[in-house]
């Protein structure tokens, strides 16, 4: 994706930051960054080197270690440089926010250091740990409200509290000293690196408030320092936007790297407009919400845009799974450094490790300089119970296949010896005629290696479908091996795959709503321990009910479940083609 941001071509209108008498051009930043006052509450992070992926990349590899924070993130930088400098009026009247993340923790922090009143508002949904961890910063002047099933009740409350009591919102990314707070990043970088050749520094995104402020640094101090962000993708609201030079919103976001899969309600996007939801009435907000005019988007700011758009020198998107490879890189690398240094060693959330995944993925491409690589390790709030599907799958060596063998004695272990003597990481096999269909995964040394054994296979007679890349066979596929239900029982079906936040009761909820006069032909869930519940449903759903079935669909995604239509050769049976008819 090189030349995806060149400078200079895109025109979008600068903006006014109240209190300021002029638009905040280039130098307004740089002079903001350097007198931003995080270092009351902040840490200056180490900046760590990464003798593991140094080794394997070629080039000496730092991490900027922003989950060294008091809130294991780097959101406090952000949060408090935008509470601070409110006036004493402002203060007096308290401050909102509305997040179910990182964002949250670093305003009641914030508040709490500051001693004001903070109303953080988050839905019923967000999970307990993340509750919990913000009402442990919360004061006592300070409230953590539930409200809604989605982020759009919960803004809509922050809205509300906002008008009526003249509290003051703390936007997560679209606010001139929020991107400040985090361009602090950028000047420590440069003073931390003061004997290396920094060729690039990798920033994750979400609405893009890290990758503007330190772009806006670096490129003002020492522009020849590429900065480039990662994403998820599936929740590449910035890639898409710079590509098309002008935001655009995305219909969905994938929620594994949750931190940076950042729910935006459109009044909260534009830092100057004539239309400010804080200031409109409780009817005309509601009117708004009814609307959907101020529904959440996946999208990214105006001003962290325009920003991005003057300074950052490209982006790179990332699969989940080398999201969970950077997760266990970091961690190999860190606990190195804590037994050499007496420094910690850290297990990072997902949106924590985007720019490692984003580091590994330039390094591997010809489009390199040879120089110093710095990544920022942006944040550590890993729930526990999420590791078991971050060890599953981190395992890059590993390659998943589907394969038909002959249904008779023997038959496994001829196949088997054509891998040995590769480990064998799983292996699903059910009797269902003949030939028998298996899902089989093996660690492999190298492409190379995967490649040899997958002609092996080939050459001997096995027509072997490779799913390595297949999301859909690695989150539902490999358990579901065993046998297709006959045509003739399969007569206008459809394969959905929905997600919807886990908690108790959710699944069952999920299967309440079904409608009755739908019939459920196909049905998987596997509990991964995230954030996310994620289901495969097939439904068979006649004519004369499609109508209805695009409401249930709307309802659904109205009480924060997302869905996809999973359709085309799929890994069930690669001559099989789910219909289509949910125009």
């Given at each position: 994706?090189?030349?995806?941001?060149?400078?200079?071509?895109?025109?979008?209108?600068?903006?006014?930051?109240?209190?300021?008498?002029?638009?905040?051009?280039?130098?307004?930043?740089?002079?903001?960054?350097?007198?931003?006052?995080?270092?009351?509450?902040?840490?200056?992070?180490?900046?760590?080197?990464?003798?593991?992926?140094?080794?394997?990349?070629?080039?000496?590899?730092?991490?900027?270690?922003?989950?060294?924070?008091?809130?294991?993130s780097f959101k406090l930088r952000g949060a408090y440089n935008k509470i601070v400098n409110l006036t004493p009026e402002e203060k007096a009247m308290g401050i909102c926010a509305c997040s179910a993340g990182n964002?949250?923790?670093?305003?009641?922090?914030?508040?709490?250091?500051?001693?004001?009143?903070?109303?953080?508002?988050?839905?019923?949904?967000?999970?307990?740990?993340?509750?919990?961890?913000?009402?442990?910063?919360?004061?006592?002047?300070?409230?953590?409200?539930?409200?809604?099933?989605?982020?759009?009740?919960?803004?809509?409350?922050?809205?509300?509290?906002?008008?009526?009591?003249?509290?003051?919102?703390?936007?997560?990314?679209?606010?001139?000293?929020?991107?400040?707070?985090?361009?602090?990043?950028?000047?420590?970088?440069?003073?931390?690196?003061?004997?290396?050749?920094?060729?690039?520094?990798?920033?994750?995104?979400?609405?893009?408030?890290?990758?503007?402020?330190?772009?806006?640094?670096?490129?003002?101090?020492?522009?020849?320092?590429?900065?480039?962000?990662?994403?998820?993708?599936?929740?590449?609201?910035?890639?898409?936007?710079?590509?098309?030079?002008?935001?655009?919103?995305?219909?969905?976001?994938?929620?594994?790297?949750?931190?940076?899969?950042?729910?935006?309600?459109?009044?909260?996007?534009?830092?100057?407009?004539?239309?400010?939801?804080?200031?409109?009435?409780?009817?005309?907000?509601?009117?708004?919400?009814?609307?959907?005019?101020?529904?959440?988007?996946?999208?990214?700011?105006?001003?962290?845009?325009?920003?991005?758009?003057?300074?950052?020198?490209?982006?790179?998107?990332?699969?989940?799974?080398?999201?969970?490879?950077?997760?266990?890189?970091?961690?190999?690398?860190?606990?190195?450094?804590?037994?050499?240094?007496?420094?910690?060693?850290?297990?990072?959330?997902?949106?924590?490790?985007?720019?490692?995944?984003?580091?590994?993925?330039?390094?591997?491409?010809?489009?390199?300089?040879?120089?110093?690589?710095?990544?920022?390790?942006?944040?550590?709030?890993?729930?526990?119970?999420?590791?078991?599907?971050?060890?599953?799958?981190?395992?890059?060596?590993?390659?998943?296949?589907?394969?038909?063998?002959?249904?008779?004695?023997?038959?496994?272990?001829?196949?088997?010896?054509?891998?040995?003597?590769?480990?064998?990481?799983?292996?699903?096999?059910?009797?269902?005629?003949?030939?028998?269909?298996?899902?089989?995964?093996?660690?492999?040394?190298?492409?190379?290696?995967?490649?040899?054994?997958?002609?092996?296979?080939?050459?001997?007679?096995?027509?072997?479908?490779?799913?390595?890349?297949?999301?859909?066979?690695?989150?539902?596929?490999?358990?579901?091996?065993?046998?297709?239900?006959?045509?003739?029982?399969?007569?206008?079906?459809?394969?959905?795959?929905?997600?919807?936040?886990?908690?108790?009761?959710?699944?069952?909820?999920?299967?309440?709503?079904?409608?009755?006069?739908?019939?459920?032909?196909?049905?998987?869930?596997?509990?991964?321990?995230?954030?996310?519940?994620?289901?495969?449903?097939?439904?068979?759903?006649?004519?004369?009910?499609?109508?209805?079935?695009?409401?249930?669909?709307?309802?659904?995604?109205?009480?924060?479940?997302?869905?996809?239509?999973?359709?085309?050769?799929?890994?069930?049976?690669?001559?099989?083609?789910?219909?289509?008819?949910?125009?």
């Open positions: 994706m090189a030349g995806l941001v060149p400078r200079g071509t895109r025109r979008v209108p600068r903006m006014q930051l109240r209190g300021f008498s002029e638009v905040l051009d280039h130098s307004a930043y740089l002079n903001m960054i350097l007198n931003a006052k995080v270092y009351d509450v902040c840490k200056r992070t180490d900046l760590h080197f990464a003798p593991g992926l140094s080794k394997s990349t070629g080039s000496r590899v730092f991490f900027k270690r922003e989950d060294q924070q008091s809130v294991y964002h949250a923790q670093g305003v009641a922090f914030s508040a709490a250091a500051l001693d004001i009143s903070a109303k953080i508002f988050m839905p019923q949904t967000t999970p307990n740990i993340k509750v919990d961890a913000v009402r442990r910063f919360s004061n006592a002047k300070s409230e953590v409200i539930l409200v809604g099933d989605n982020y759009d009740a919960a803004y809509a409350a922050t809205l509300e509290c906002m008008k009526a009591e003249g509290r003051v919102l703390v936007h997560p990314f679209n606010d001139p000293l929020v991107i400040a707070g985090q361009g602090t990043i950028g000047k420590e970088i440069l003073e931390q690196t003061t004997k290396e050749e920094v060729e690039a520094v990798f920033c994750c995104v979400g609405g893009g408030g890290l990758l503007a402020g330190v772009a806006a640094f670096l490129k003002a101090v020492k522009p020849e320092i590429k900065v480039i962000g990662v994403e998820a993708i599936d929740s590449a609201a910035m890639t898409e936007s710079l590509r098309a030079k002008e935001i655009v919103t995305l219909p969905s976001v994938g929620l594994f790297a949750d931190g940076a899969a950042v729910p935006q309600p459109a009044g909260m996007i534009h830092c100057e407009t004539t239309r400010d939801p804080a200031r409109l009435p409780r009817e005309e907000i509601l009117k708004l919400l009814k609307s959907r005019e101020l529904l959440d988007v996946a999208r990214v700011g105006d001003e962290t845009f325009r920003l991005c758009s003057n300074h950052v020198d490209d982006m790179i998107t990332v699969s989940t799974d080398e999201i969970c490879a950077a997760i266990k890189d970091s961690f190999k690398d860190t606990r190195v450094m804590a037994a050499l240094y007496q420094v910690s060693c850290v297990v990072l959330e997902p949106a924590g490790a985007l720019a490692t995944a984003g580091l590994k993925r330039y390094a591997e491409s010809g489009d390199r300089e040879g120089g110093t690589l710095v990544a920022v390790s942006s944040g550590a709030n890993m729930d526990f119970d999420r590791l078991r599907f971050v060890s599953e799958r981190a395992d890059t060596s590993e390659t998943h296949i589907a394969v038909y063998i002959p249904e008779k004695p023997g038959a496994f272990i001829d196949f088997y010896r054509l891998i040995f003597p590769r480990n064998v990481t799983e292996f699903s096999y059910r009797i269902g005629g003949n030939p028998a269909s298996i899902f089989m995964s093996f660690q492999a040394t190298s492409d190379a290696d995967r490649q040899k054994a997958i002609d092996s296979l080939r050459s001997s007679g096995y027509d072997v479908l490779d799913l390595s890349q297949n999301e859909l066979a690695k989150t539902h596929g490999k358990r579901l091996i065993g046998g297709r239900a006959p045509v003739e029982l399969t007569a206008e079906e459809g394969l959905f795959s929905f997600e919807f936040p886990e908690k108790p009761g959710a699944l069952m909820k999920f299967l309440e709503q079904l409608p009755s006069d739908f019939n459920v032909s196909l049905f998987h869930y596997r509990g991964h321990g995230a954030d996310v519940a994620r289901v495969l449903v097939g439904l068979q759903v006649p004519s004369k009910s499609r109508p209805h079935f695009r409401e249930y669909l709307a309802y659904l995604v109205s009480k924060g479940y997302s869905w996809k239509e999973s359709s085309g050769p799929n890994v069930f049976d690669c001559s099989t083609c789910f219909k289509l008819w949910i125009e």
